[in-house]
């Protein structure tokens, strides 16, 4: 199975703030990777796939890097509803395996 | 409008089974693979397996090999996760998924695109 792994596992930012989270996985995935968020009591929701493809009505202040095993999400400039809890994913391989979370709090 | 809907809350005790709905409606069910997620509280996304809706086949992650079973129900867009065997640890929500598998390249996909609201599953004694 590929390993995915994210870091930080949380951080606080402040309103404005540019904020990046990294996703490794432990073998090869190209471009097979995608970034959810979720928010309490809610269920995920796709944001960028393909690494850096944003899903219609994603902010643009969401952007995507990254190939083969290193992978980055960018928010430019945190707005108050982007406060949440992101995942990458990998959609390389079965099975479907997600990173730990990264939880951006309030600062 | 695409969406999946799931059935309702669950109390189990340890040793039954659930079985949990997700009923499509907005797209195409047939050009999908339906997964399920699970979340216990507090805790990352889990992934337990999918159902690729045209041909039917199943694949499950090796945790839930001997007690999960997918299937659907394709005259009313529905598919089905059964959970056997029930556990403490069992208690969680389920999400079910939807991913394009129309726009797959060797079986490599782009994301669950459409996610069902989540059910509540309890085990308790």
């Known amino acids: 199975d590929i390993q995915m792994t994210q870091f930080p596992s949380s951080l606080s930012a402040s309103v404005g703030d540019r904020v990046t989270i990294t996703c490794r996985a432990s073998?090869?995935?190209?471009?097979?990777l995608n970034w959810y968020q979720q928010k309490v009591g809610k269920a995920p929701k796709l944001l960028i796939n393909a690494v850096s493809s944003l899903v219609s009505g994603v902010p643009s202040r969401f952007s995507g890097s990254g190939f083969g095993t290193d992978f980055t999400l960018t928010i430019s400039s945190l707005e108050p509803e982007d406060f949440a809890t992101y995942y990458c994913?990998?959609?390389?391989?079965?099975?479907?395996?997600f990173g730990q979370g990264t939880k951006v709090e309030i600062k | 409008q695409m969406q999946l809907v799931q059935s309702g809350p669950e109390v189990k005790k340890p040793g039954t089974s659930v079985k949990v709905s997700c009923k499509a409606s907005g797209f195409t069910l047939t050009d999908s693979a339906v997964q399920w997620v699970r979340q216990a509280r507090g805790q990352r996304l889990e992934w337990m397996g999918w159902?690729?809706?045209?041909?039917?086949?199943?694949h499950y992650a090796q945790k839930f090999q001997e007690g999960v079973t997918i299937t659907r129900d394709m005259s009313t867009s529905t598919v089905y996760m059964e959970l056997s065997s029930l556990t403490f640890a069992d208690t969680a929500v389920y999400y079910c998924?939807?991913?394009?598998?129309?726009?797959?390249?060797?079986?490599?996909?782009?994301?669950?695109?459409?996610w069902g609201q989540g059910t509540t599953v309890t085990v308790s004694s």
């Open positions: 159902i690729v809706v045209g041909s039917g086949d199943t």
């Open positions: 998924a939807a991913e394009d598998s129309s726009a797959w390249y060797y079986g490599r996909g782009y994301g669950m695109g459409v």
């Open positions: 994913q990998q959609s390389h391989s079965v099975p479907r395996t």
């Open positions: 073998q090869t995935i190209n471009s097979y």
